[in-house]
Nanobody, 115 residues
């Protein structure tokens, strides 16, 4: 059972790029706005990007202009293209519905940006 499985994280130098993927169960993905959240050490989990079922997107101020999220509905997959990465983007990145409601969180994928 898929539920939410994130992948694509890694270690990258500042200014670099990464593309995250999230495979989601169809019952979470199809009718919901989906989002990317991140949690840095010692901080609360925050929503950084979201995309509606119709394709409309929204971004936190901290990532706007650098991150792009998209969804592939036939594949029930969510993407996050991250460019011009900064050390402060270092965190574990998760996907989930917006709001998450009762959906369980996946294991996340670690993104580490070195200066």
């Amino acid at each position: 059972q898929v539920q939410l499985v994130e992948s694509g994280g890694g270690l990258v130098q500042a200014g670099g790029s990464l593309r995250l993927s999230c495979a989601a169960s169809v019952w979470i993905f199809r009718l919901n706005t989906m989002g990317w959240y991140r949690q840095a050490p010692g901080k609360q989990r925050e929503l950084v990007a979201s995309v509606t079922s119709g394709g409309g997107t929204n971004y936190a101020d901290s990532v706007r202009g650098r991150f792009t999220t998209s969804r592939d509905s036939p594949k029930n997959t969510l993407y996050l293209q991250m460019n011009s990465l900064k050390p402060e983007d270092t965190a574990v990145y998760y996907c989930n519905a917006v709001p998450p409601g009762g959906h369980s969180w996946g294991q996340g994928t670690q993104v580490t940006v070195s200066s």
